[in-house]
């Protein structure tokens, strides 16, 4: 069979697969192995975390906020709110065309996008090709807000965070601590600093060897970690996403119930039709986002002031540095040298996992 036809078969299977919480192991493998065979058909350049939708650059602004709700639940109410303008361009995915809105603070921009409403698939293929033009807009995100209907909640809630992981979206989750170093010879070792309580190593190899094709190579961590972390550092497709949690129309519910939502179940309750904590929200959209200034020094040694790298402390590595200020570094990326907060001393020389920090200096090397 040809990995073609692999592909396929996965794609169909995958298409027949209904999304919810017994089927959600099942459906990280499929992808897993879907993942692994399209690389092979069109291997990357180079490894890196930043994947798919998302090395298209922002082109107006400097981080991107998605509004993610089913249909009905004010999504677009919300969006036509809180933006301060349109963009002058407009995005295209899969055939669909949407203009994000503008969000400014202190020079700094957000994006906000309106991402097409996602529902159960009910609707058949229609509904599922809607479903994914929204989920692959999704993955581009920086932060989502998660926005349900206050009635409704908890329904809508696990609809929505289900067909989210089901595309490799994990949310509010940070990337596991998982190095994965193919050898050419001797078996897989799973070497770990720490008591795996939920994952064998003959689990570990099963899964590498059976389900990855992988016969050789050397897996570490450094912390506690399961089966399905395994699996997202294998496929690499997989986008680690802040989410907000946001009810609407909570102006029909009374003030018991708000508290209990608030303080229980960590959403935050508004209102888009009388403008109820829509300051609340903005507040707590540019605190997640966290936006801040770094300078680039160019090869002869002068540093950009006049033209910084606008990075939020949710993507703040070198790497992003580099997605931002020119793509191609990421080809021969060598180390970069960094002054500023985020080092121990200047400068310093890191890798691309390196975290900056705010007024930072970053110059790149490459081989």
């Not at 949310?171 to 600093?193: A, D, H, L, T, Y």
């Not at 009388?274 to 540093?303: C, M, R, S």
Request: hydrophobic content about 35%; glycine content about 6%.
């Amino acid at each position: 069979m040809s990995i073609q036809q692999k592909i396929n078969d996965i794609e169909l299977e995958l298409s027949r697969t209904q999304v919810n919480k017994a089927t959600m192991h099942h459906i990280c493998l499929l992808r897993g192995k879907l993942v692994k065979y399209q690389k092979m058909l069109a291997p990357t350049k180079f490894e890196s975390c930043i994947t798919g939708e998302e090395l298209k650059s922002f082109e107006y602004g400097d981080s991107r906020v998605g509004i993610v709700g089913m249909s009905g639940v004010g999504k677009t109410t919300l969006f036509e709110l809180i933006k301060e303008e349109d963009a002058d361009g407009k995005y295209e995915s899969n055939g669909y065309k949407y203009i994000p809105g503008i969000i400014e603070n202190d020079g700094k921009k957000l994006e906000l996008i309106d991402i097409p409403a996602i529902n159960d698939n009910s609707n058949g293929n229609k509904g599922k090709n809607r479903n994914k033009i929204g989920l692959d807009i999704a993955k581009t995100c920086d932060l989502l807000i998660i926005l349900c209907d206050g009635t409704k909640e908890e329904e809508l809630k696990d609809l929505l965070v289900n067909q989210l992981e089901a595309v490799g979206i994990r949310i509010n989750k940070k990337r596991p601590s998982i190095s994965i170093e193919k050898k050419e010879r001797g078996g897989i070792k799973f070497i770990s600093s720490c008591e795996q309580p939920d994952l064998t190593t003959d689990r570990v190899i099963e899964l590498v060897q059976k389900e990855f094709l992988i016969e050789s190579a050397e897996i570490k961590t450094n912390e506690r970690i399961t089966e399905q972390d395994l699996i997202d550092t294998l496929t690499g497709d997989v986008k680690y996403i802040q989410c907000l949690f946001v009810l609407n129309k909570c102006d029909v519910l009374d003030d018991e119930t708000k508290e209990t939502l608030t303080n229980e179940k960590s959403w935050l309750c508004i209102s888009a039709d009388d403008g109820e904590n829509i300051d609340v929200l903005l507040e707590k959209i540019w605190e997640i986002i966290g936006l801040f200034k770094v300078y680039p020094k160019t090869k002869a040694g002068v540093i950009d002031l006049d033209h910084p790298i606008i990075l939020s402390y949710l993507t703040s590595s070198v790497e992003y540095f580099c997605f931002k200020y020119n793509k191609s570094l990421l080809n021969d990326f060598k180390y970069a040298l960094v002054w500023g907060n985020s080092v121990a001393h200047s400068p310093q020389q890191v890798n691309k996992d390196h975290l900056l920090q705010e007024d930072d200096t970053v110059q790149i090397f490459t081989k």
